[in-house]
């Protein structure tokens, strides 16, 4: 019964936490070739235009799904016109803008949308800009396109979870915890078993962060030896909260804290705040299962994307082979 009641309860935390897409499956914006009609300010109000259309269908996201997943665009001016009227001559410029889906480790593609535009204004830049402007990001086809690519990507998923579920169990058990979450992150939140990753991901943040925790520990002890107390209490405050090895470092800090003069406490102070704030969130937390769930839940994901960034930028820059070696090498 109790299984029952808990499997319920992270159901429920899961349903409350990833609501805000649709197919619980974000993409990021990715401009991966140059346009050489447009000038700098249209690359990046291109970019703009489509974060919004990201946005506005209900698929942005930071997660490391979405660090890979990506949207891109692609403009083929069709026709540039200039038309002499009064005393300034108009500037009219025609095209077509296409918009793919694509996994930016191996390109391989999800969905596609095409749209005409078309644009005017005092210069070519100026009719560029207006063209843009006319694209709106609520537009139905960019709804369409958008849901289908997430349909696609949950069945890529679908056919690839048991796989990486195993993986990430070898990883945790080799005590790889950042590569087992970042796995696990990459899995789309909507996925019917997606209550028991979340589960999984919880455990590995704890084991992660008791790890953390007696390196920590070990360090400021050292650290507090040779009364370097600043770094002592800079090591202690990585701490998780709701490791069981957390009173033990709050223990620590306190004595620290009796010894450091105002000056270094001063300049700690905003970092004593932020893990005060956490403490005090943990033990809210320990009086409801769910709300404890949560917190760790939300907590890796947020340890999974920094780790998955970093080391995704690490291997985009040896080139998209490299992130490609980095992608498939984590499937393995």
Not at 171 to 184: I, P
Request: aromatic fraction near 8%.
């Amino acid at each position: 019964m109790k299984k029952t009641i808990t499997t319920i309860a992270l159901f429920c935390i899961c349903s409350a936490l990833f609501a805000q897409s649709e197919q619980g499956v974000g993409f990021s914006s990715w401009l991966k070739n140059p346009i050489n009609e447009f000038n700098e300010t249209n690359t990046k109000n291109l970019q703009i235009k489509v974060d919004q259309i990201i946005a506005r269908n209900g698929a942005g996201s930071t997660s490391a799904l979405s660090m890979l997943f990506v949207i891109y665009p692609e403009i083929i001016i069709t026709r540039s016109d200039v038309i002499e009227s009064g005393l300034k001559p108009l500037y009219v410029v025609r095209g077509e803008l296409s918009l793919f889906a694509v996994n930016k480790a191996d390109l391989s593609n999800y969905g596609s949308v095409v749209l005409s535009i078309e644009g005017n204004g005092n210069n070519e830049q100026d009719a560029i800009r207006a063209m843009l402007n006319k694209v709106q990001p609520t537009n139905p086809v960019f709804t369409r396109f958008i849901r289908n690519a997430q349909a696609k990507v949950v069945e890529y998923f679908t056919a690839q979870t048991p796989a990486i579920l195993a993986k990430a169990k070898s990883l945790a058990d080799r005590h790889q915890y950042d590569d087992a979450l970042v796995l696990l992150s990459m899995i789309p939140e909507c996925m019917d078993n997606y209550p028991m990753i979340a589960e999984q991901m919880s455990q590995i943040y704890l084991n992660l962060q008791d790890k953390v925790a007696t390196t920590a520990i070990q360090e400021a002890k050292s650290k507090i030896a040779l009364r370097d107390y600043p770094l002592a209490l800079d090591v202690l405050l990585h701490v998780d909260p709701t490791s069981k090895y957390s009173k033990e470092a709050f223990d620590l800090i306190e004595q620290v804290k009796q010894v450091i003069d105002t000056r270094e406490e001063q300049a700690i102070a905003d970092r004593w705040k932020m893990y005060e704030d956490k403490r005090d969130a943990a033990q809210r937390a320990q009086n409801s299962d769910t709300e404890l769930k949560k917190l760790h839940i939300e907590a890796a994901k947020g340890v999974a994307n920094a780790y998955a960034k970093a080391e995704i930028q690490k291997a985009e820059s040896s080139g998209l082979g490299g992130l490609q070696t980095w992608f498939f090498g984590k499937l393995k």
